[in-house]
């Protein structure tokens, strides 16, 4: 149940091309881009409605200039 996950292919890869970049061994570059990345916990959820609609007059407008013509 306390099984390690493996690495994934994005990291693999950040690691290899560090590798490449600094001459580092693959741990060590693996342990030094898996610090660099931000924490992998979700973030706190927050109500994106507002910033992803318009506002609600704005979406009223067009429908209703339609309606007039």
Request: net charge positive; charged share 35%.
């Amino acid at each position: 149940m306390t099984e390690k996950k493996r690495t994934s292919r994005r990291l693999q890869h950040a690691a290899r091309e560090r590798m490449k970049a600094t001459g580092e061994k693959y741990t060590t570059a693996l342990k030094a881009v898996m610090d660099a990345e931000p924490s992998t916990s979700p973030a706190p959820l927050r109500d994106q409605s507002d910033e992803l609609a318009p506002p609600a007059d704005a979406q009223h407008t067009s429908n209703d200039a339609r309606h007039r013509s």
